[in-house]
C-alpha cells in the first residue's frame, strides 16, 4: 500500500512542481511589464528590470504554493480518475480518504521548504532586488525612488530613513522622541548618517530642536553619534515589506514592539498568515476531493481547471478581506489569520458529504 501512497505523491508533486512554476512565471511576467515603465528613468535599463523580476521569483513561489497544491490535486487526482487508475486503486484497498491522506502528506515537507525559501533566500533576494533597482533608477541629480522611505519605531523613538545607500549609509534621516506619556520632546534631521559596526549612527549635519516648555529651541551640529534600538541586521531585514521578513526575525521583532508597549497589529498578521498557510493547504486540498471523485462529468479538464480557479479566487479574495478587516477594526491576528482556511475546510466537508449521498 506504500507503494500506492508514494506513486499518488509523485504524481501530485508532479503537477504540484508543473503549475507552481507555471504560475510563478506568469506572475514575474506581469512584474516585468509592470517594470518597463520604469525603463529609461535614470540608469534603469532592460536588464535591470528583468534581475529585479528575477529575484523576486522566490516570493512569487511562496505566494502561489497554496494554489497550486490545489491545482495539482485537481490535475494530478483528477488524470488518475480520468484513465480510471483511480478507481483500480479502491478497488485494491485504498480509500478515498486514504488516497486525499497521500496527498496531506506532501504538505509537511512543504512548509519545510517554505520556511528555508523565506528565511534565507526570500530576504536576501528582495533585498538585493530593492537595493539594485534604487541605485538604477537613481539619476544624475541624486534622485531615487520614494517607495524606498524607511520607518520604524521603538524606545519612544520614531525613525525615518528617506533612502539607505547600502547597509551603513543613509541619507535624509528624521528621528522623532517622545516622553512616557506620548508627548514629543525631541527632534533630529540629519543629511546622512553611517551605521558603524557596533551599530551606532553617526549623524552628520544635524539640526536638532528640543521641547522647553511651549517652545523650540533649534540647534546645529556638523556631527553627532545616536544610539539606535535597531540593529543593522533588524534594519536590513524591516527594510523589506512585511511578507518578505524572515519569520523568526518577524517574531523577534512582535516580541520586541511589545516589550516596549507599541502597536505590533501588522507584524502580527504577517506572521498568522504563515502560519495560517497548512491550514489553508489541508482546506484547499480537502476542497478537490468532491471534484475528484465526484461524477463522471466532472472528471473534465477544462472543468476541473474552472473549479480550481474559482475556489482560488474566492479563497484569495477572502483572506484579503478579513486581512483588511483586521486592520481596520483591530481583531484578533489570529482569528483574521485562520477564518478563511477554517470556513474552507467546512465547505469541502460539506460538499464530500453531499456528493457521497
Same mark, same amino acid.
Given at each position: ?21 507555471? *504560475?510563478?512565471?506568469?506572475?514575474? *511576467? ?60 479502491q478497488g485494491i484497498g485504498l480509500s478515498e480518504i486514504r488516497i486525499i491522506g497521500a496527498v496531506l502528506r506532501l504538505i509537511v515537507p ?34 531615487? $525612488? ?44 540629519? $543629511? ?10 553617526? %549623524? ?26 535597531? =540593529? ?11 511578507? =518578505? ?30 502560519? =495560517? ?53 483591530? *481583531? ?5 489569520? %485562520? ?19
Open positions: 500500500m506504500k507503494r500506492f501512497d508514494r506513486y499518488i505523491q509523485f504524481v501530485t508533486l508532479r503537477a504540484f512542481l508543473l503549475v507552481a512554476t507555471g *504560475l510563478t512565471a506568469l506572475f514575474s *511576467l506581469l512584474e516585468f511589464v509592470d517594470q518597463l515603465s520604469y525603463v529609461g528613468q535614470g540608469h534603469y535599463h532592460l536588464a535591470d528590470a528583468a534581475a529585479y523580476t528575477a529575484l523576486l521569483a522566490p516570493a512569487r513561489f511562496m505566494q502561489v504554493t497554496p494554489i497550486a497544491l490545489l491545482l495539482a490535486c485537481l490535475l494530478g487526482l483528477g488524470g488518475l480518475a480520468r484513465h480510471s487508475e483511480l478507481t483500480a486503486l512543504t512548509i519545510v521548504l517554505l520556511f528555508v525559501v523565506g528565511q534565507f533566500i526570500v530576504p536576501s533576494a528582495r533585498h538585493a532586488a530593492q537595493e539594485r533597482r534604487t541605485a538604477a533608477l537613481a539619476s544624475d541629480s541624486g534622485q531615487s $525612488d520614494d517607495n524606498t522611505a524607511f520607518w520604524a519605531h521603538g524606545d519612544r523613538q520614531f525613525l525615518g530613513v528617506r533612502r539607505f545607500v547600502n547597509e551603513r549609509l543613509g541619507e535624509d534621516i528624521d528621528i522623532y522622541r517622545f516622553d512616557d506619556q506620548g508627548a514629543l520632546t525631541r527632534y533630529l534631521h540629519a $543629511d546622512h548618517a553611517t551605521i558603524g559596526a557596533d551599530d551606532d549612527w553617526q %549623524l552628520a549635519d544635524v539640526t536638532s530642536k528640543t521641547v522647553v516648555g511651549d517652545q523650540f529651541r533649534t540647534s546645529h551640529q556638523d556631527s553627532m553619534t545616536w544610539h539606535a534600538f535597531l =540593529s543593522s541586521r533588524q534594519i536590513r531585514f524591516l527594510s523589506l515589506p512585511p511578507e =518578505s521578513v524572515p519569520p523568526i526575525a518577524l517574531y523577534r521583532y512582535i516580541q520586541d514592539l511589545k516589550r516596549h508597549h507599541l502597536p505590533a497589529t501588522r507584524y502580527e498578521q504577517e506572521l498568522w498568515s504563515r502560519i =495560517s498557510t497548512p491550514f489553508a493547504m489541508i482546506a484547499l486540498i480537502a476542497c478537490a476531493a468532491p471534484f475528484v471523485f465526484g461524477p463522471p462529468r466532472s472528471q473534465n479538464l477544462g472543468y476541473r481547471m474552472a473549479v480550481g480557479i474559482a475556489i482560488a479566487i474566492v479563497f484569495s479574495l477572502g483572506q484579503e478581506i478579513t486581512n483588511r478587516l483586521g486592520l481596520l477594526l483591530d *481583531l484578533n491576528p489570529a482569528v483574521t489569520a %485562520l477564518t478563511p482556511p477554517v470556513l474552507l475546510m467546512l465547505s469541502a466537508a460539506y460538499l464530500f458529504i453531499h456528493t457521497r449521498e
